[in-house]
């Protein structure tokens, strides 16, 4: 009987191939996620990226409804960065998002800290705080147009009248109406925030406050030496999440506003819609759309960096 030879050291066996009803269930295996994607994916393409396509399209040209497109290139463009009106708009997008930005993560922060534990009483109070995040905007506008009523009576002015301020006229002066609108958009995205954070909280090694109490640190280094460190990823997070929010605020402006009084309170978006719809200027306005789409990639993609960067060292 002949013996078997062993494999001589350094040549590779060549697998055997697996047999054709295995593939067939690889492949279909496969397949199975993109059949339920597929919906999703066709909506989103017809409602996210054609629209999306149309809009960078309409941007290189006069529109004309009836009377057939005129192509203008860049003009469009140029005149979204040269024009008064749209700078002014620009700068006040650029104030109302860093305002709102970073007021609610502050107070979000602060109301997480607040409510953060383990007690059952807390779903209360979480669920109370957390109601102007879900009621709809429509009613949020109109409370707070009611709370913004300019004369000395009205409910905000009569607060302030107990500790010795003058009314104020609120949303209806040129002065005051940014801010009126960037603290209604704090108070409806603080508790947003404030979820977030709870969630951070509760992935912290409880075990670092218990050495850090014992190494006799006060309350504000632990603070600061153990959560704010543990809850930078939340940060970067919140800090894309509101700061697009901001880029893109509207409902706020043109239920509050609707950009007066005098264009103090004109933003991006909502100068984008009178021209659209309004004024029918709609090469103008897809310029501004696809300005804005930038300046949002570009936030998010200078974020994501930060994040990179600092999770590189």
């Known amino acids: 009987m002949a013996a078997i030879a062993p494999p001589r050291a350094g040549v590779r066996r060549t697998p055997a191939p697996a047999p054709p009803g295995t593939r067939r269930v690889r492949m279909r295996a496969g397949l199975v996620p993109w059949v339920f994607l597929a919906p999703a994916l066709i909506l989103f393409t017809l409602f996210k990226f054609v629209p999306m396509a149309r809009a960078i399209e309409m941007s290189l040209y006069e529109v004309r409804p009836y009377l057939g497109d005129r192509w203008v290139g860049a003009d469009n463009y140029r005149q979204v960065v040269t024009d008064d009106t749209f700078l002014a708009a620009i700068w006040h997008t650029v104030l109302l998002a860093v305002g709102q930005t970073g007021g609610s993560i502050v107070i979000g922060l602060i109301l ?54 003058g009314p104020s006229q609120f949303l209806n002066s040129q002065d005051t109406s940014l801010w009126s609108v960037m603290a209604v958009g704090i108070w409806r995205g603080a508790p947003y925030d404030m979820m977030i954070f709870i ?84 090469g ?25 960067r600092r999770a590189d060292r």
């Open 112 to 165: 997480a800290l607040l409510v953060e534990g383990q007690a059952k009483s807390l779903w209360f109070v979480r669920t109370a705080v957390f109601l102007p995040t879900v009621a709809a905007m429509a009613v949020v506008a109109e409370v707070w147009r009611i709370l913004y009523y300019p004369a000395a009576d009205g409910t905000i002015n009569s607060i302030l009248g107990w500790v010795g301020l």
């Open 199 to 282: 969630a951070g909280l509760a992935g912290v090694d409880r075990t670092l406050y218990e050495a850090a109490s014992v190494d006799g640190a006060s309350g504000w280094r632990r603070l600061w030496h153990v959560t704010f460190p543990a809850l930078r990823p939340v940060f970067a997070i919140l800090l894309t999440l509101a700061a697009i929010r901001g880029m893109r605020v509207f409902t706020e402006v043109f239920l509050l506003t609707n950009g007066g009084p005098n264009g103090s309170t004109e933003v991006l978006m909502t100068l984008i819609y009178k021209l659209g719809l309004e004024r029918n200027e709609l």
């Open 284 to 308: 103008v306005a897809a310029a501004g759309s696809v300005v804005l789409l930038l300046a949002t990639v570009v936030l998010t993609l200078a974020v994501q960096y930060g994040r990179a």
